[in-house]
């Protein structure tokens, strides 16, 4: 079992903004180095929510919400 951290500079961006973006970078790391089970974890019960179920068009998140479940998609076995 392993275990990851991404450190990035964000400027000024709300929680849930810089929680989507650790989401995306994690899930982006993961993928690069050929994780092939990924169990993704998240505190956040709106990023999960906004990830799972959100209409992306309506929201100004919607790029990095749809980056994550591209991400989501790809064959991770």
Same mark, same amino acid.
């Given at each position: 079992?392993?275990?990851?951290?991404?450190?990035?500079? !964000?400027?000024?961006?709300?929680?849930?903004? &810089?929680?989507?973006?650790?989401?995306?970078?994690?899930?982006?790391?993961?993928?690069?180095?050929?994780?092939? /089970?990924? &169990? &993704?974890?998240?505190?956040? /019960?709106?990023?999960?929510?906004?990830?799972?179920? &959100?209409?992306?068009?309506?929201?100004?998140?919607?790029?990095?919400?749809?980056?994550?479940?591209? !991400?989501?998609?790809?064959?991770?076995?």
């Amino acid at each position: 079992m392993g275990f990851g951290s991404v450190f990035m500079k !964000l400027g000024q961006v709300t929680i849930t903004e &810089a929680e989507l973006m650790a989401v995306r970078e994690g899930l982006r790391m993961a993928w690069n180095r050929r994780v092939e /089970k990924l &169990a &993704a974890e998240c505190d956040s /019960k709106v990023v999960v929510h906004l990830i799972n179920e &959100a209409d992306t068009n309506m929201r100004p998140l919607g790029s990095i919400i749809e980056d994550c479940r591209i !991400l989501l998609r790809k064959p991770w076995i």
